[in-house]
């Protein structure tokens, strides 16, 4: 049998590590499961590829278990996870379709059903705290649309909820404006669901802008007790330049955007469960192109990454005003280093211990141990972990086994 220099670097990374385990005399012990896709496997198939990582309990190492699966479809970009860890969810682009996975005991997945040829084609999703919708924002062909998906107690996807066709985002003033929606997130309470998107009518950098129109939007939507979307009061709200990614803190009382084209990142306070205001002393400095963000599971800590400088910035969340103050890294810096651009983040659920980023660009995924005291991170041992297929785009964590979870409670 042959290996890909990448897989073979991976298989000596995972044979060193077992050694040095043992002889420390204490075994590996998986916390988490670690969900990552990538743009094309390492085989002929067109369809993108899952691999499933294993966390070590004490180093945070990861090592490569279960099969790797076909994502169902063509150029995954994003994943979600049911709220009991039972159900995988892989958005992909390249032929409109959303397919969903049961996830097994050791992180084996079986293909279960999906929603094909959506038009527009899926650009993110994310699943509610209650585990009943699925949201989906398609675009950017055409018009730019949220769409809820009721999920079954199984974790099938049912039909599209009304209006079939989704809710529409659109500027007011401008309703001509190509919007081009980039990220989605639901509140933990379930009330309220918030899409970054920016306004290509007036932002195209190398084209034409005919429209005068702010450039980045925050769109925000109250849930009904049916399921059925509001558009939240003054919504949309200005979200700089070219809003990247967003992610709200579990107390339900500040919303975070990263801004692509300043490098920065801007910060809400939540008002009356869904309106947003802007924090008075920001926005918040960023390293160069910020492309993710993630809020541990405590609330305590913010982490963008930034493709540009290949490097992951931390804030500590001042909890009285929502203020993000730089968290200095192990090294002394704001950001401490990635492989090369990264695109996605997670911090694992079971301890809240470490953070670990998709690059694109590197083919790869770095490890890092989160301080939970001063919220700095420092590189995991044998990071950065390559994988087979290129191009990672997203990925998810699960907690493995009977390992409780990081949470807070208002």
């Keep these: 049998m042959k290996f890909s220099k990448s897989s073979q670097l991976f298989l000596v990374s995972s044979i060193g590590l077992f050694v040095a385990t043992l002889l420390m005399g204490c075994a590996l012990t998986t916390i988490d499961l ?3 896709t990538s743009a094309s496997g390492s085989g002929t198939s067109s369809d993108g590829a899952i691999y499933t990582l294993a966390v070590d309990s004490r180093s945070g190492a990861l090592r490569p278990v ?3 699966v076909s994502s169902g479809g063509v150029n995954p970009v994003s994943m979600a996870t049911t709220p009991d860890y039972a159900n995988l969810y892989v ?40 585990g009943t919708y699925l949201y989906a924002i398609l675009g950017p062909s055409g018009k730019a649309v949220l769409q809820p998906f009721p999920l079954k107690s199984d974790g099938t996807l049912g039909p599209p909820t009304a209006p079939a066709n989704g809710v529409v985002l659109s500027v ?13 997130t639901v509140l933990a309470d379930n009330g309220t669901v918030y899409v970054a998107a920016y306004d290509q009518s007036a932002y195209n950098p190398g084209g034409s802008t005919p429209s005068t129109a702010n450039p980045g939007w925050v769109f925000g939507f109250t849930v009904g007790s049916d399921g059925s979307l509001t558009a939240a009061k003054n919504s949309p709200y200005e979200a700089g330049v070219k809003p990247s990614a967003l992610a709200a803190d579990p107390t339900n009382r500040f919303l975070y955007v990263t ?12 008002l009356d469960g869904s309106t947003l205001n802007f924090l008075s002393n920001g926005p918040f400095k960023t390293g160069n192109d910020p492309s993710a963000i993630v809020i541990d599971p405590r609330g305590k800590f913010i982490y963008v990454t930034n493709a540009l400088d290949s490097t992951v910035s931390g804030y500590a969340i001042t909890l009285a005003t929502g203020t993000p103050t730089v968290a200095i890294g192990a090294g002394g810096t704001q950001g401490d280093v990635t492989d090369t651009d990264p695109v996605a983040i997670a911090v694992d659920p079971a301890l809240g211990r470490f953070v670990y980023t998709a690059n694109y660009l590197g083919n ?4 890092f141990r989160l301080d939970p ?8 041992q044998a990071s950065p972990y390559p994988i087979s297929g290129s191009g990672p785009t997203a990925l998810v964590i699960v907690p493995h086994g009977n390992h409780a979870t990081q949470s807070v409670t208002q």
Excluded: R, W
């Design 373 to 380: 005291t001063a919220g700095s991170v420092s590189p995991n």
């Design 259 to 270: 801004d692509y084209a300043s490098n920065e990142l801007i910060g809400y306070t939540i």
């Design 91 to 130: 958005a992909n682009q390249g032929d409109g379709s959303i397919v969903h996975f049961a996830i097994g005991l050791n992180g084996a997945l079986t293909k279960k059903d999906a929603e094909s040829s959506l038009s527009p084609a899926p650009v993110a999703i994310t699943v509610n705290n209650a």
């Design 66 to 68: 279960a099969a790797t």
């Design 364 to 367: 790869s995924v770095s490890g």
């Design 172 to 184: 007011p003033g401008y309703p001509n404006d190509v919007i081009i929606p980039t990220g989605v």
């Design 34 to 36: 670690v969900f990552v």
